[in-house]
């Protein structure tokens, strides 16, 4: 809740490993705080997070069955890209962080650039080293906002070699994207929010990516003249 | 098109009003104490006239703490239940407790170049005390201001009241040992028996008693007021601005 | 093979190595308060006439000007690495827990300090020539106890303020009253000292120091889990 705002509004999530949900929606819909409520950086007013039969409130080791890849690269700048892993790695208790580090850069075909300090990389570099950071303890559940924003098609490929990867090997992904080619790609389940609920729900495996698509965009129209009708009650 | 109640904003939902009968008691109360001081208090033999704002100063200084101790106290109920009627109580009481506070550190160096003839006297402990948790109180009034989110506001500020209140023993404690050694003369209330003819304690001790009604009164008030700014803004919200 | 998360200790001592390192490769922090120090040094010795108050009495008071502005300048970047890049959210998420970031940070903080005050110092024996003994001995004792207090407080005020919109004003304005009472004791005391006092004499004041300490650190790292729940 945001002041009396209802930012996330009843949503009911499971997921299974190997599950991937697409999480689709306009801005302002409440994906974002989602994700950071299923992350534990925002608690929820009422409800729980439960990660790998965890409680999230309860348990601090439950977050460290977490990835969280959002819309900044939580990184420091003045470190190298080894050295943020690293950290991270740490971080976690990861065993050999270091040589876990160099793994999750290389998984990101960043290895070249590791040991330049991070300011030095382009956005959408530094956008490789934040998704490295956040598998290198190869989590159970990963969350990810908008992950392919600043990536050209090689980081790209490698962020999608990477997820399927991860699926396989038994993880569970929450995908928050408005591109509906690439979410549909690799998700098992397609969900659309908006105004804080989840208010469609689809197998992505068996969807007609072209209805869906045109399905999403009424939906999302229509939200966008609820909300202006809204507005303009006179007082 | 959804009908709208009309009310008079000034009274909010509940019909009870900022300015309340309370307030004019104490208003009242003040005033009277104000008569009595000035027309009907002798003067003190040494130091004349001065001496009478001893009459404001004390209270406001009373006024000013028990103000700090209920910001500290709904804050801490705020940590605990997180209730948001303790933050607003928290809030209101901050705000006034600011006002006695500067009407403390005001008649203090008026009082002080009188006695001592210097304006600001670092070993008077009540003074130093009152002028550290004076930027307490505006630290507090800044932070708030400074945050948007009324959760994180509520918060922080209360974690803030909790440690100023912490705060106090030490303050005390390192004023007094290290500028003790420069402290002429006590010139404190003895606390076994108060030493002032018996005129002027009753002006004394109804200041006290003035001030406090003061005190709570402005509270109630801006209590009051932050209530019916919530309300307000609830309102807004659910009309989707 | 199971990751086993850092416990509270090693956790704080990875994030101060970070800081640390952080610190170590900008060095920006630390060079504008070694810059500030001389300066201070420079204008507090200038600012008085030397026949009616000597170097000797002036040089208490510079040294904790000196160590108030420059923990200011290494608390605010403190937290202001986190924010940048949000790298706090990075720390939020991992199973380390709240007080680890705390002690973290604060013994970062403290270090940074004492570098500081490693080069402070002697400068300041050094350009007002005061004695080099057991006085000055006690006195950077006399400091660390300060540099604690400061650190306890100033992190988690660090911490709140990178929060809000008013982040540089906030900092200090919150600190200040905190930093009275540590302040006041720790210069009487250093005072008292340099003066050539014995050291039993300021025992009342030194106690209040570690007092302040152990209440605040305890205080702050509680306050610290509330912050930041959201």
Known sequence: MFGRRRAVDAVDLTLSAGDCVALFGPNGAGKTTLLRLISGLLKPTKGTIRVGGQSLRDDASARGLLGLISHQSMLYAALTPRENVEFAARLYGVADPRSAATKALERMRIADRADAPVRSLSRGLQQRVSIARAIVHDPRVVLLDEPYTGLDAAGGAALTDMLSSLRTGGASLVLVTHNVEEGLAIATQAAVMLGGRIVRRDDARTIDQRVFQSDYRAMVLGAIDRANERVSVPA | ?????????????????????????????????????????????????????????????????????????????????????????????????????????????????????????WWDLRLTLSLFLWFVIVGYLVLRGAIEDPAMRGRYSAVLAVLGALLIPFIHLSVYFSMAHMHPDPVVLKPSEPSLPREMLITFLSGIGAFLLLCLALIQSRYRLSELKDEMAAVEAERGY | MEARPPGTLSGALLIARKDLAIEFRTRTAFFSSLVFAVLALTIFYFTWDESIVTPNDRAPGVLWVVLTFSALLGLQRSFGIEEHDRGIDALLVSPISREAIYLGKAIGNLIFLCAVQTVAIPALALFYNMPVGRPLVVVSGIVFLAMVGIVAVGTLFSAMAVNTRLAELLLPMLSLPFFVPILMSAAQAAARVFAGRPVSEVGFLLKLLVAFDIVFIFACTLAFSFTLEE
């Open chain 2, 1 to 121: 098109m959804t009908s709208v109640s009309r009310q008079d904003p000034r009274h909010g939902v509940g019909g009870k009003s900022v300015i309340g009968g309370f307030f004019v008691i104490a208003a009242l109360a003040v005033a009277a104490l104000y008569v009595r001081a000035i027309l009907f208090t002798p003067l003190e033999a040494k130091q004349g006239a001065a001496q009478k704002i001893y009459y404001i100063h004390v209270p406001s200084a009373i006024g000013a703490y028990t103000a700090v101790t209920i910001t500290a106290l709904a804050s801490l109920i705020y940590l605990w239940l997180k209730d948001e009627r303790a933050d607003r109580m928290a809030e209101a009481s901050a705000e006034v407790g600011l006002v006695f506070m500067t009407m403390v550190l005001i008649t203090g160096p008026l009082w002080a170049h009188k006695i001592w003839g210097a304006w600001w006297v």
